[in-house]
């Protein structure tokens, strides 16, 4: 009995030359649409599906492969003499190869513009029932969604060694695709239908790269991306030079990435172990940068770099100067290639600088689940701040107490960053007491501290970071406010002469 191969794909890629395989291989093929006129234009001699089910299709192609002859054809256990005895009885032909990919609904939904029907008709609903079908049956089908699987298969055809582990391998990458593509349309349901905490919660991941290990060298690792994001992405960011990128170097990357999106103005953030040890803001990106450099020039060393605006000859130069892991910008002129590329292990990252279709939600994993929450992306301007102090902020204050807020909100909790002039001079990040917090930001930034400006993540619960602050010479401060002791704090900075502002926004990071 020749073999049957049931062909209808929406990515069109070398499935002539597989087609072709298969017919010499002696299985005869069906067809559908598009799939059907592309073989036969090749010369092959394909069948469309209705002459399998004698119907034709109705409903704009609604309806054409769901049918009992397509899938009892599929579905028959090849070993069970009932089911080969209905066959029979029905003229019913097993289906042997079964080679399917979907409506594109991801590429309809990234489309500007986009209409709510035009998503709906790209929900493909027969070709995952065949593919589900087909993989339920991989005992007796040999089902490929792949086109990159195509030469493997033909492989496996020719030698007469298609073994049920390699079908199985075969059938649970189908249920991936179709878990996957699944996922995406009750993500954009869900979206669409503005629903906040649905009742289960699904994403899809599409990878990016194995990673050599995670945070350490016995942790296996791979680096995901969600399928539909366009702006500021390491996932989606075109490397330039470098390396492959590594577990933390992600990590840390986006943790850059995260903060230098806070800024409109020239920016540049240098960050070590996902926290900021420089920021700085300027005229000019290599004024921004030298900032940063300033800040800390000893922990920025082997850290990563982000700016907001293209790397010039000038900012490469001071780039090349020492050892980083990576720098990240929108673009880099030539010649700022040409200056860094002298450097072989330095990672040159490009990726636009806006959230254009990122995720709005934060997803981290615990013991037996998630967490989801919204993205940080609370912002305070002057007009939303209360000063409680005796003392007001001028006008130059109040902007370097907003550029320590943006800090401040990406460090680890507990929290504290001392600023001065569009530039941290010191951070203390992720200690278990606030003053702790304060204490290491003050040590770092040393005399520079004199005059300078602190933010706070979180509010002061008593008013001894207050008096740290003080005796380090902090003019201004910004937090939250919210505790049950805030007159505390207030009446501490107005002993001091010290401004002190309230946000009403609390920025934790765990």
């Known amino acids: 009995m020749r073999k049957r191969a049931l062909l209808s794909v929406s990515d069109k890629t070398n499935?002539?030359?597989?087609?072709?395989?298969?017919?010499?291989?002696?299985?005869?093929?069906?067809?559908?649409?598009?799939?059907?006129?592309?073989l036969k234009d090749a010369g092959l001699p394909a069948l469309p599906v209705s002459a399998v089910t004698n119907f034709e299709e109705i409903?704009?192609?609604?309806?054409?492969?769901l049918h009992p002859y397509i899938h009892a054809g599929l579905l028959a256990k090849r070993d069970?003499?009932?089911?080969?005895?209905?066959?029979?009885?029905?003229?019913?032909?097993?289906?042997?190869?079964?080679v399917v990919n979907l409506y594109p609904f991801k590429q309809t939904i990234e489309q500007e513009g986009v209409t709510e029907a035009d998503a709906i008709e790209n929900i493909d609903i027969g070709g995952p029932t065949m593919l589900r079908a087909a993989a339920k049956n991989f005992n007796g089908v040999t089902v490929v969604v792949d086109p990159t699987d195509y030469d493997a298969v033909l492989q496996q055809l020719n030698e007469g060694s298609n073994a049920v582990e390699f079908r199985k391998k075969l059938a649970a990458k189908v249920f991936r695709h179709t878990a996957n593509y699944d996922a995406m349309?009750?993500?954009?349901?869900?979206?669409?239908?503005?629903?906040?905490d649905p009742e289960t919660y699904t994403v899809t991941y599409e990878k990016v790269q194995s990673l050599r290990?995670?945070?350490?060298?016995?942790?296996?690792?791979?680096?995901?991306?969600?399928?539909?994001?366009?702006?500021?992405?390491?996932?989606?960011?075109?490397?330039?030079?470098?390396?492959?990128?590594?577990?933390?170097?992600?990590?840390?990357?986006?943790?850059?990435?995260?903060?230098?999106?806070e800024y409109s103005e020239p920016a540049a953030v240098a960050v070590k172990h996902m926290n900021p040890c420089g920021v700085g803001i300027g005229e000019t990106i290599t004024e921004a940068y030298?900032?940063?450099?300033?800040?800390?020039?000893?922990?920025?060393?082997?850290?990563?770099?982000?700016?907001?605006?293209?790397?010039?000859?000038?900012?490469?130069?001071?780039?090349?100067?020492?050892?980083?892991?990576?720098?990240?910008?929108?673009?880099?002129?030539?010649?700022?290639?040409?200056?860094?590329?002298?450097?072989?292990?330095?990672?040159?990252?490009?990726?636009?600088?806006?959230?254009?279709?990122?995720?709005?939600?934060?997803?981290?994993?615990?013991?037996?689940?998630?967490?989801?929450?919204?993205q940080d992306t609370g912002s305070v301007s002057a007009e939303d701040i209360t000063v409680p102090t005796d003392r007001k902020p001028d006008e130059k204050e109040l902007a370097e107490l907003l550029f320590a807020w943006k800090?401040?909100?990406?460090?680890?909790?507990?929290?504290?960053?001392?600023?001065?002039?569009?530039?941290?001079?010191?951070?203390?990040?992720?200690?278990?007491?606030?003053?702790?917090?304060?204490?290491?930001?003050?040590?770092?930034?040393?005399?520079?501290?004199?005059?300078?400006?602190?933010?706070?993540?979180?509010?002061f619960p008593m008013p001894d970071t207050v008096e740290a602050a003080a005796k380090a010479g902090i003019k201004a401060i910004i937090q939250p406010g919210g505790s049950k002791r805030d007159q505390d704090s207030i009446d501490a900075c107005n002993a001091h002469g010290i401004t002190m502002v309230f946000t009403g926004m609390r920025h934790f990071k765990h």
């Open 15 to 38: 499935v002539v030359e597989f087609a072709q395989g298969l017919d010499q291989l002696g299985y005869e093929l069906i067809s559908t649409g598009g799939t059907l006129k592309k």
């Open 59 to 65: 409903l704009d192609g609604r309806v054409k492969t």
């Open 80 to 98: 069970d003499e009932s089911h080969k005895q209905q066959l029979e009885e029905r003229d019913i032909l097993p289906i042997d190869v079964v």
């Open 185 to 196: 349309i009750a993500n954009y349901f869900t979206t669409i239908t503005e629903e906040k």
């Open 213 to 261: 290990y995670g945070e350490n060298p016995h942790q296996q690792a791979a680096f995901y991306q969600e399928p539909n994001v366009k702006g500021a992405s390491i996932a989606n960011a075109k490397q330039l030079h470098g390396k492959d990128l590594s577990y933390n170097n992600i990590q840390d990357a986006n943790a850059a990435l995260e903060i230098v999106l």
């Open 290 to 374: 030298t900032k940063a450099y300033e800040a800390d020039p000893v922990s920025i060393f082997g850290g990563i770099v982000a700016l907001n605006r293209e790397v010039d000859a000038a900012t490469a130069d001071q780039l090349k100067d020492i050892f980083l892991e990576i720098v990240i910008a929108p673009s880099f002129s030539e010649k700022a290639m040409e200056i860094l590329t002298v450097k072989p292990n330095i990672r040159l990252l490009e990726t636009p600088m806006n959230r254009e279709g990122s995720n709005t939600k934060k997803v981290v994993s615990v013991i037996g689940g998630l967490l989801v929450q919204d």
């Open 407 to 459: 800090v401040v909100k990406h460090v680890k909790s507990n929290a504290i960053v001392v600023a001065k002039g569009d530039q941290t001079i010191g951070v203390g990040a992720g200690q278990m007491n606030r003053v702790g917090a304060a204490k290491i930001a003050f040590e770092q930034a040393g005399e520079k501290a004199n005059g300078a400006v602190m933010a706070s993540d979180a509010f």
